[in-house]
């Protein structure tokens, strides 16, 4: 039996998927391990490629390929992939990221073997990107070395865990229902986990995250209100899963979201709607009477009112100092 199963999570990934594959088959081990890639019906090539690797790697690749893509931004395919894991452990990984560190699952094993109050661990990685822009570590030296609950709960996304940095005790056995219906996996997926003991943390820059047009992250669109309200939707959940523990900062969270959707572009100019929308952010964030009225301004005043308020405005300021 294998100790730690690597989730190959993959969609149209065809020019990164050898590297992800390559990176997980030259760990070296003191433990069985298997490599599950869970396919969520590409149309690139990318399962030829996955198929391949099966061949040349009888029982230690398998490919997990869906009949149909299973939606909810791979959300399904982790869940089904994850299904099929028998490792006591299993790293997690998107088909365009890959490890650097042949130890990697060794030293992520170690550690939750030595802190069985560990649910999970991570380790520090390098952000690349597709346009060019300069590659960077995700995490400072001033990191903590384990993590809780309460440094996962906040009024901002969780955003120091590189997906491809993951390990996790497979110990649970059965996600809630809500779960299935985020397009955002990793944040639910931390949360449960951090309600079942600390985050260990490890310095070491042992993967790559690459943010490219094909990556999970670019299919967040905050200037969509479907997608809005699916974030809005995860954090009433978890507030839920929680008991209400955190129920304070959650509601600032949400309260972000609906701000925003009052700039997407389903309610640009529907000004009755965004009026909903304003009441609904006032009573979660509670914010200071300046930053509402600024909110009115920019989203419940019509372009052209903003138009005339600036010409006024600067023309009072023109005549008061000349």
Same mark, same amino acid.
């Given at each position: 039996?294998?100790?730690?199963?690597?989730?190959?999570?993959?969609?149209?990934?065809?020019?990164?998927?050898?590297?992800?594959?390559?990176?997980?088959?030259?760990?070296?081990?003191?433990?069985?391990?298997?490599?599950?890639?869970?396919?969520?019906?590409?149309?690139?090539?990318?399962?030829?490629?996955?198929?391949?690797?099966?061949?040349?790697?009888?029982?230690?690749?398998?490919?997990?390929?869906?009949?149909? /893509?299973?939606?909810?931004?791979?959300?399904?395919?982790?869940?089904?992939?994850?299904?099929?894991?028998?490792?006591?452990?299993?790293?997690?990984?998107?088909?365009?990221?890959?490890?650097?560190?042949?130890?990697?699952?060794?030293?992520?094993?170690?550690?939750?073997?030595?802190?069985?109050?560990?649910?999970?661990?991570?380790?520090?990685?390098?952000?690349?990107?597709?346009?060019?822009?300069?590659?960077?570590?995700?995490?400072?030296?001033?990191?903590?070395?384990?993590?809780?609950?309460?440094?996962?709960?906040?009024?901002?996304?969780?955003?120091?865990?590189?997906?491809?940095?993951?390990?996790?005790?497979?110990?649970?056995?059965?996600?809630?229902?809500?779960?299935?219906?985020?397009?955002?996996?990793?944040?639910?997926?931390?949360?449960?986990?951090?309600?079942?003991?600390?985050?260990?943390?490890?310095?070491?820059?042992?993967?790559?995250?690459?943010?490219?047009?094909?990556?999970?992250?670019?299919?967040?669109?905050?200037?969509?209100?479907?997608?809005?309200? /699916?974030?809005?939707?995860?954090?009433? /959940?978890?507030?839920?899963?929680?008991?209400?523990?955190?129920?304070?900062?959650?509601?600032?969270?949400?309260?972000?979201?609906?701000?925003?959707?009052?700039?997407?572009?389903?309610?640009?100019? /529907?000004?009755?709607?965004?009026?909903?929308?304003?009441?609904?952010?006032?009573?979660?964030?509670?914010?200071?009477?300046?930053?509402?009225?600024?909110?009115?301004?920019?989203?419940?005043?019509?372009?052209?009112?903003?138009?005339?308020?600036?010409?006024?405005?600067?023309?009072?300021?023109?005549?008061?100092?000349?």
């Amino acid at each position: 039996m294998p100790k730690v199963s690597v989730l190959i999570i993959t969609y149209n990934q065809k020019n990164f998927i050898r590297q992800a594959i390559d990176s997980a088959l030259a760990q070296q081990t003191t433990f069985p391990i298997e490599i599950l890639v869970g396919d969520d019906f590409s149309k690139d090539g990318t399962r030829d490629i996955i198929q391949e690797y099966e061949r040349q790697h009888p029982g230690l690749v398998r490919g997990i390929l869906h009949p149909r /893509n299973m939606g909810k931004n791979g959300g399904i395919n982790f869940l089904e992939t994850l299904k099929l894991a028998q490792g006591e452990y299993y790293a997690l990984m998107d088909g365009d990221d890959y490890f650097t560190d042949p130890l990697k699952l060794q030293k992520q094993a170690d550690l939750l073997d030595a802190h069985p109050d560990y649910s999970m661990v991570f380790h520090n990685a390098l952000i690349t990107y597709e346009d060019g822009s300069p590659s960077h570590v995700l995490n400072g030296p001033d990191t903590k070395p384990f993590f809780t609950i309460e440094d996962l709960i906040g009024e901002d996304e969780i955003w120091f865990m590189a997906t491809s940095s993951t390990m996790y005790r497979n110990s649970i056995k059965e996600y809630p229902a809500w779960f299935s219906e985020s397009v955002s996996g990793d944040i639910p997926r931390l949360i449960l986990k951090a309600k079942m003991g600390k985050i260990g943390y490890i310095p070491d820059v042992m993967s790559v995250y690459r943010k490219n047009k094909n990556g999970a992250s670019f299919s967040d669109k905050y200037d969509d209100a479907v997608f809005l309200q /699916n974030r809005i939707d995860m954090y009433s /959940n978890i507030n839920r899963e929680l008991n209400y523990q955190y129920d304070d900062l959650l509601k600032k969270n949400i309260a972000r979201y609906y701000r925003m959707m009052m700039g997407s572009h389903q309610y640009s100019t /529907n000004y009755l709607s965004k009026l909903g929308l304003a009441t609904k952010y006032y009573s979660l964030a509670k914010p200071t009477w300046s930053d509402f009225k600024k909110i009115v301004f920019e989203h419940l005043t019509p372009l052209s009112l903003q138009r005339a308020y600036g010409t006024v405005a600067i023309g009072l300021h023109r005549m008061l100092n000349n």
